[in-house]
Structures are given as C-alpha cells and as structure tokens.
C-alpha cells in the first residue's frame, strides 16, 4: 500500500474514527497523558495515513505554516502496535518531513517530541531548541529543522 495524504475534508468517517482510535489508544491510555486531542487543528492541517487491509497502521498530522507555530509543524504520529520495531514509523517521519519539505520550501519544521524520541527525531536533522518540559504529563522537547537548500 502506498502513502496517502487528505485534507480533513478528503477523510471517511471511517478513516476519521480510526485516526482519532489510534490517537486516544496511544497517547491517552497507553501513555496516560490526559489531554484534548480534538484541539481545532486537525481541519486545517494535512493527514499522512498507511493503510493496510483497509486499516490504518501508521498516522501523522501535518500542519501548514502558521496553524500552530510559526514553522510547519507535525505531530500526532502513531504507528498501530503491531507494526512497532518494522520501520514503519521511520518511514512515516520521512515521508512526513518529504511532503513538508515539498509543499513548504521556505520554512523550517518544528516539533514538540516526546523527550525519549529525541534521539529518533536528530536521526532527520532535528535539532533540540529546548530543554525537557513536560506537556500532558508527558516528558517534551522542542525541536527544529532548518529546512535549508543543503538538507533538500
């Protein structure tokens, strides 16, 4: 299966419920962060989904310049369980940095990682710009990525 990419508008209902599922499956109960996922940005931003058999295993939202921060942003990225340790969210991150990249030449990408991914996320040219602060009771870091001509 291949990558697709959907405005809010473009998603099923059905792939809406499996997003917002995965969501409040990971982050609130295996994580345990209480926070308000539904935040009014999902209709404005763009959704990189992973279908297999009809059902999303990998997801990530990518918000447009200005949205949230000043700098494209993303976030939200899960990957189903099962699918955890095979690459896939490796491959989520950089298709997601490739459509950012892609649709936003002139502006970096920020993000607010989870502090034990920090490593993960400078594997892409992320840079901390923060130190660790936690957010819904979880662990964060803020991160950047100059999204010059040589990282192109």
Not at 87 to 116: D, S
Not at 135 to 145: E, F, S, T
Request: cysteine-free; aromatic content about 12%.
């Amino acid at each position: 299966m291949a990558w697709i990419v959907k405005n809010f508008h473009e998603l099923t209902t059905a792939e809406l419920y499996q997003i917002i599922q995965h969501r409040v499956n990971i982050f609130i109960v295996e994580q345990q962060s209480i926070y308000e996922d539904l935040d009014d940005h999902d209709q404005n931003s763009l959704h990189i989904i992973y279908q297999e058999k009809g059902r999303i295993v990998a997801y990530a939202r990518l918000l447009p310049p200005g949205e949230k921060y000043e700098e494209v942003s993303f976030g939200r990225v899960v990957v189903a369980r099962e699918k955890r340790g095979t690459g896939l969210g490796k491959e989520l991150v950089a298709f997601t940095m490739q459509q950012a990249k892609g649709r936003w030449t002139t502006t970096n990408i920020f993000i607010e990682a989870q502090n034990y991914l920090k490593r993960f996320y400078e594997e892409f040219g992320f840079v901390a710009t923060s130190e660790p602060y936690e957010l819904d009771n979880v662990p964060h870091i803020d991160m950047l990525y100059l999204n010059s001509i040589e990282n192109n």
